[in-house]
């Protein structure tokens, strides 16, 4: 079993930058494929970045390629999203979500684990 804890997100300005922080607690994330998805009201959750299980290989959404970064420590205890150049439209709920043996796909159903959920809001 794995507990995804989300935390990092805040309101910004446009053009601002944030971390995201994914704590995992019960084990590591050393075998799994890790996932950030957003969704905002009245809207399905959309995939945004994903990192394979070895680390070796990120996918991105086309809307945040190049300014958004995921990655995941050494330890591999916890996963990160770097969101640089922040616009209006990425304000979201965004989620962590953990699929072991993963290869980093974007399809929500491939997840086994998720966290809460952290709100990132950008005014313009």
């Known amino acids: 079993q794995v507990q995804l804890v989300e935390s990092g997100g805040g309101l910004v300005q446009d053009g601002d930058s944030l971390r995201l922080s994914c704590a995992a607690s019960g084990r590591t994330l050393s075998d799994y494929a890790m996932g950030w998805f957003r969704q905002t009201p009245g809207k399905e959750r959309e995939f945004v970045a994903a990192?394979?299980?070895?680390?070796?290989?990120?996918n991105y959404a086309d809307s945040v390629k190049g300014r958004f970064t995921i990655s995941r420590d050494n330890a591999k205890t916890m996963a990160y999203l770097q969101m640089n150049s922040l616009k209006p439209e990425d304000t979201a709920v965004y989620y962590c979500?953990?699929?072991?043996w993963g290869t980093g796909g974007y399809k929500e159903g491939l997840y086994e684990y998720w966290g809460q959920g952290t709100q990132v809001t950008v005014s313009s």
């Open positions: 979500a953990a699929d072991q």
């Open positions: 990192l394979n299980w070895r680390g070796s290989i990120t």
